[in-house]
């Protein structure tokens, strides 16, 4: 199952520390024309990770580090039907765990820190997965980005997270110039309404993985090429596609 961002109306009290600064002009209007794009693009913000509730999609996430999310989707159901509770993982045997895993790279650190990450949910949190960063952070193999698709995709609560496609399509299109995804995260939020941090990150994503890709950008087929600084589209060639585009 595939989860969606719909509208957030929970409060942002927590979600992340505001950006020091506040952005040049030509960056805040960029921003709001590519978030149009990107709503127009890409309709429906979804998760490409398999999931059916909070503490499946944790587990998918921990183990998507370093991984795809094709091969995470195809260990998961064997996990899952294993371990289908944080109670039922927390009292897993960690070769076990480890067999379940392997195929998705660093397989002996991610059993570890799933099993870790149901015992602490199971002793700190009552068998619930936590929603503020602060809390989600303190489990195991859970940084920032884990804690933010959590809160946008199942709790419907504001979350940037900022992956390698966040991260690099965001410096592409000159939103920032920063390389740590934190900072990262503090200027995106700064150029974002809350409700739309979610949705901006999962639709990024997507375009990262379908055009901007890391090595071969399409920036010939990219509906961002007139706007793009990084596009490697001839200017001509770049006007032509930004009239054809204002005329539909
Ligand atoms: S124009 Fe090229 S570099 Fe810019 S976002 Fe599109 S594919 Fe990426």
Known sequence: MFG??????????????????????????????ILKRLKVLYPVAICELTHENAFQ??????????????????????LFAEFPTAEKLAQANVQRVEELVRSTGFYQTKAKNLIGMAS?????????VPREVEDLTTLPGVGRKTANVLRSVVFDLPGLAVDTHVGRLSRR???????????????????????????????LILHGRRVCDAKKPACHSCEFSDICPSSEMPRAQMAKSAGSRSKK
């Open 4 to 33: 969606t961002v719909a509208a957030k109306k929970a409060s942002v009290k927590k979600a992340a520390k505001p950006a020091p600064k506040k952005a040049p002009k030509k960056i805040v209007d960029r921003s709001a024309e």
């Open 57 to 78: 999609l944790l587990a998918a996430t921990i183990l998507s580090a370093q991984c795809t999310d094709v091969r995470v989707n195809m260990v998961t159901p064997a």
């Open 120 to 128: 602490a949910v199971m002793t700190r949190f009552g068998g619930e």
């Open 173 to 203: 299109l000159g939103l920032t110039i920063e390389e740590d995804p934190v900072k990262v995260e503090y200027e995106l939020n700064a150029l974002f309404p809350p409700q739309d941090w979610g949705g901006f990150s999962l639709r």
